[in-house]
Nanobody, 123 residues
Framework: QVQLKESGGGLVQAGDSLRLSCEAS????????VGWFRQAPGKEREFVAA???????YYGDSVKGRFTISRDNAKNTVNLQMNSLKPEDTANYHC?????????????????WGQGTQVTVSS
């Protein structure tokens, strides 16, 4: 079983940057595709980014060019660097893992989820 814990959320102003981290206990991230999703109040969960188990990085259209997903194998973490934040980025951000070989946007492909970290961007 994989336990995931997100960190790094907070309250920032529009245009600022934040770096979220997802830490895994119990397993190494190297055996999984890792994804980030977000959910704002009253909205459906949205795909943000994924790092493929084999290779490749994938991004949702709304964050492409602003967010970057990366792995730190030494620390067994997956990070989400978020630049040029906008008020519409406000949400609870969750990381999740999948056994898919490549990055996937489908929530149903992810078997383990973290509790999330809140990101609030003020205008």
């Amino acid at each position: 079983q994989v336990q995931l814990k997100e960190s790094g959320g907070g309250l920032v102003q529009a245009g600022d940057s934040l770096r979220l981290s997802c830490e895994a206990s119990g397993r190494s991230f190297s055996g999984y595709t890792v994804g980030w999703f977000r959910q704002a109040p009253g909205k459906e969960r949205e795909f943000v980014a994924a790092s493929g188990r084999i290779s490749g990085t994938y991004y949702g259209d709304s964050v492409k060019g602003r967010f970057t997903i990366s792995r730190d194998n030494a620390k067994n973490t997956v990070n989400l660097q978020m630049n040029s934040l906008k008020p519409e980025d406000t949400a609870n951000y969750h990381c999740a893992v999948s056994t898919q070989l490549f990055g996937t946007r489908r929530e149903s492909d992810y078997g383990y989820w973290g509790q999330g970290t809140q990101v609030t961007v003020s205008s």
